[in-house]
């Protein structure tokens, strides 16, 4: 397994080594112990998630905020997204700034997202099942969103046409107003 950092340190990519022979093939999708040493946290999962859309679905941008706040581990089991994070920590250095990685089931990509980001992926293929780990459990009440366009975040999404958005996903706030009107501990996990 190759683990390596993105522009926002504490966001990683996983790629694991996959074993291919004449029957097919076999790779570790998740290993507790490689996946501890290379975030250098006590990480642990409790909630598994699956979702699938179609092409132009974009779903986010979603958190739950402390004490319920998630970090999630996401991957493609087919077709191909664009997954986003966004750093909502108002502590960090890079506060309001996004990655964006594409995760297929081509290239078998993990994305890590640690608590404290908000989580959203736009689908590039015809269909895309996805799956992530999640470090704590589906909380309605601590649930946020912010608009998956909005002009401050300017998040590049490959797809330029109008999504197809939920619509909580369509009147979510946008980051400044999400800002103004919540607690500046809330996303710290
Ligand atoms: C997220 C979630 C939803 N649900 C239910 C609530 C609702 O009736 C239905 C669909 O929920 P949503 O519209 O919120 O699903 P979705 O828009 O796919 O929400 C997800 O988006 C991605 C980007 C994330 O990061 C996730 O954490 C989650 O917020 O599923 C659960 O039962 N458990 C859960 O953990």
């Not at 402390?66 to 970090?71: D, L």
């Not at 999630?72 to 997204?81: A, P, T, W």
């Not at 986003?84 to 993990?110: H, I, M, T």
């Amino acid at each position: 397994m190759r683990a390596y950092r993105t522009r926002i340190h504490d966001v990683m990519v996983f790629e694991p080594t996959v074993f291919e022979d004449g029957r097919g093939y076999f790779f570790e999708s998740f290993n507790e112990q490689r996946f501890k040493e290379a975030t250098g946290e006590p990480i642990a999962f409790v909630q598994d998630n699956q979702s699938r859309s179609g092409r132009g679905v974009l779903r986010g941008l979603h958190f739950q905020v402390a004490p319920k706040a998630q970090g999630k581990l996401v991957r493609v089991l087919s077709g191909e997204i664009f997954d986003v994070a966004v750093d909502l920590r108002r502590d960090s250095s890079s506060f309001g700034s996004w990655v964006g990685e594409v995760l297929s089931s081509e290239n078998r990509k993990q994305l890590w997202i640690p608590a404290g980001f908000a989580h959203g992926f736009q689908v590039l293929s015809d269909v895309a099942d996805v799956f992530y780990k999640a470090t704590d459990f589906y909380s309605p009440k601590h649930e946020r969103s912010i608009r998956w366009d909005d002009r401050d975040l300017a998040i590049q999404w490959p797809d330029r046409q109008l999504p197809n958005v939920s619509e909580k996903d369509a009147c979510a706030p946008s980051f400044s107003e999400y800002v103004a009107h919540s607690a500046s501990s809330e996303n710290l996990p």
